[in-house]
């Protein structure tokens, strides 16, 4: 299928779904006039989004139309990096892109090749369909997705083999609500009114973050903590359990193993300690500790923020297990939120091929990748669903690499990013209002179909489509394998149970078999290989560094005192929609820390560390807690005045376990430009 069917009525009113990387996956009710979308709104198919969309899709039509997109396939003629292209037509890419590709297999070997992509944004369709099939046959080297939720997803599956969470709705039963490293209001808003709600009710919020979030500015308690000290706080609350009597030890003896290892490594964890480490008062550390074990029902929103450093699957870990010590489970409304992402159990089998044992990247260390890697080196490039030059740690690494002259770079993407600016042929996509697919809420759990609201701009076309045409080019498609997103889309669809496959053909949306509000061990319970809690997973001890809940201290904060995040904007989701425009970057610091520098509101400034540096304003505000400073993820780099964004003061170490980024364990310093 070369091009996708679209509503074609002067106005109309078509349903489908927003497949981006945020929790919720609402329904949309997308107003068609003269073959344009009109505006995007919220749909009711789907009561999690009760008719409320984010600004970020609402404006979406701003990228769809917008001077950003590609339209047409296009031929580097300057410099990399210049973002000069020449445009050609589809036959010409794709023969350049095949020849290429059997030159370096020829040369070097597949693993001379590194597929680049990153699915947040992606359903069922537009990722690990045609396009992992494609490099799979290829013999590429393997890509470890770990930019995001590595830590905290082997966290999940090792200790409850991702057990589905407690939902938004069920929020308004929790007598004590914890959100921790998760900031809702601008990554999951849908949850915000059942919170709100659930406190006028009575119920007590807190909020663990380094900056005060809009929920932190309502919550009863805020445990402004240090970056990277997550763990040593979540300990604590584990020792005050065991040691005061309050853990549930009958729930422990008959639902986990692993809870005495457990005991042993938060002994240490004294309240005036973990204060001490986190930057918190002691008392209020106690009061935390007091409320949890006191109120039930109580939640914890586990979020991403937490795992985000050296010490992330420890804390993850440490924070998840507190509902099993604390006896929490087994009533509506207590447990935790984690990824509902893998709620569904349902392996791909709809890919068609093998995974090979080609070596594997650490998406993280790309720039090592680029400069360093031998035997083979990556000849070849193709990056998808992904921006790495602003997306991935050590960022002018990443930006070497792209630049030499010896990488073929291939982007496949809907608008010209800062990547594609590198790339010797970018290829136009389609948007998810231009074809069809599969979107899978990591949030409540549901399935909802995705179908063409308009047709594609330009000549974009869909992942599906273009990774099945390299395919035959390259010899490589089997009789009847599907090359096109309706094709592919009725393969994933006939790979699903029965239930899911009518509910959704006849509804656009389908829940799991547990339904919408499951309650934890009660409804839903661990899939674990024993079907019990494993609180001390013996495989993660043996990965971590120094074992499992072990508080790394940061090793590099004399000459760089200040930790910088980056933390999520309601601008942008990860960077999608960058390109739109947006004042110039600001950092933001807090009062004390400006006053020590001399620095005052509206400065320019040097943000720096052995890595790089960005040049930008100066927002100074308490937001920050002392010590501590920000500024938003996903910039491009226009965003800033000298080109550089959060990401060039980021190193590429790797978290404690799953090889996540550690992007709060940047360490700068701050400084007025005076010249």
């Known amino acids: 299928m070369s091009h996708t069917t679209a509503a074609r009525r002067p106005e109309a009113i078509v349903e489908t779904a927003c497949p981006l990387d945020c929790p919720d996956s609402c329904s949309l009710a997308v107003s068609v006039r003269d073959g344009r979308i009109a505006a995007i709104d919220g749909s009711t198919r789907r009561e999690v989004t009760g008719g409320y969309i984010c600004t970020k899709v609402r404006r979406f039509t ?43 297999r020829a040369r070097y070997g597949g693993e001379a090749i590194l597929p680049f992509s990153y699915g947040g944004s992606n359903g069922l369709v537009s990722q690990d369909t045609t396009d992992a099939r494609l490099f799979r046959r290829l013999g590429a080297s393997r890509l470890a997705r770990t930019v995001c939720a590595a830590p905290t997803g082997a966290a999940h599956a090792a200790m409850y083999g991702k057990m589905p969470s407690v939902t938004y709705s069920d929020y308004q039963q929790a007598r004590l609500i914890v959100v921790w490293g998760a900031n809702p209001s601008v990554t999951g808003p849908h949850l915000v009114p059942h919170i709100r709600e659930a406190q006028r009710h009575g119920a007590t919020l807190v909020v663990v973050d380094p900056r005060t979030t809009p929920l932190a500015r309502h919550a009863d308690l805020h445990l402004a903590v240090r970056p990277s000290t997550d763990v040593a706080v979540a300990l604590a609350v584990h020792r005050h359990l065991f040691e005061e009597g309050l853990a549930d030890t009958s729930f422990l003896a008959e639902h986990t193993r692993g809870a005495e290892r457990l005991r042993e490594r938060a002994a240490p964890w004294t309240f005036g300690r973990a204060a001490d480490v986190a930057g918190v008062p002691a008392d209020a550390l106690m009061r935390f500790a007091g409320l949890y074990a ?103 690494r990443v930006l070497a690499g792209l630049q030499r002259d010896d990488l073929f770079t291939v982007v496949f993407d809907q608008v010209l990013t800062d990547t594609a600016r590198y790339a010797d042929i970018v290829l136009p996509a389609t948007t998810f209002l231009e074809g069809y697919d599969i979107a899978r809420a990591y ?21 599906a489509e273009i990774f099945g045409a390299l395919a035959g080019r390259l010899g490589l498609t089997q009789a009847g394998e599907p090359e096109g997103d309706l094709d592919t889309l009725c393969r994933v669809v006939d790979s699903l149970p029965e239930r899911i496959r009518r509910d959704l053909c006849e509804h656009g949306v389908a829940l799991p078999d547990f339904g919408g509000a499951p309650i934890q061990i009660g409804d839903v319970h661990p899939r674990t290989p024993d079907g019990r809690i494993d609180l001390f997973p013996e495989t993660l001890d043996t990965e971590a560094p120094g074992g499992l809940y072990t508080y790394r201290p940061d090793p590099a904060t004399g000459r760089f005192p200040l930790a910088l995040i980056s933390p999520a904007s309601g601008r942008t989701i990860s960077s999608t929609l960058g390109e739109l425009p947006r004042p110039t970057a600001t950092l933001a610091m807090h009062p004390d820390d400006a006053r020590a520098r001399f620095l005052e509101e509206d400065d320019p400034v040097r943000v720096f560390n052995g890595l790089g540096e960005v040049r930008c304003g100066l927002t100074i505000t308490p937001i920050v807690r002392p010590g501590t400073v920000a500024l938003p993820k996903g910039l491009w780099r226009d965003a800033t005045v000298n080109g550089s964004t959060a990401t060039a003061l980021v190193p590429d170490a790797l978290t404690d376990i799953a090889g996540g980024a550690c992007f709060n364990d940047a360490r700068v310093e701050v400084e007025r430009i005076t010249h």
């Open 443 to 463: 949030g409540p759990a549901s399935l909802q179909l995705v179908k063409p609201v308009v047709e594609a701009e330009g000549e974009a076309r869909s992942n």
């Open 62 to 104: 701003e990228r769809l139309y917008g001077d950003a997109r590609l339209r047409h396939p296009a031929v580097r003629t300057g410099p990399k990096g210049a973002g000069r292209f020449s445009r050609v037509d589809w036959d010409e890419a794709l023969d350049a892109i095949a020849r290429q590709i059997n030159d370096v």
């Open 294 to 396: 006191t109120t039930s029902p109580a939640v914890i929103r586990c979020g991403w923020g937490l795992e985000r450093n050296r010490n992330g699957g420890s804390a993850a870990l440490a924070i998840l297990a507190l509902p099993a010590v604390g006896g929490k489970f087994g009533v509506r409304g207590g447990g935790f939120s984690m990824s509902d992402s893998s709620a569904w159990n349902q392996p791909p089998t709809w890919i068609g091929a093998e995974e090979p044992a080609t070596r594997v990247v650490n998406m993280n260390r790309l720039g090592r990748a680029l400069t360093e890697l031998e035997g083979p080196p990556v000849a070849l490039l193709f990056v998808y669903n992904c921006n790495p030059a602003v997306t991935i740690p050590d960022q002018n």
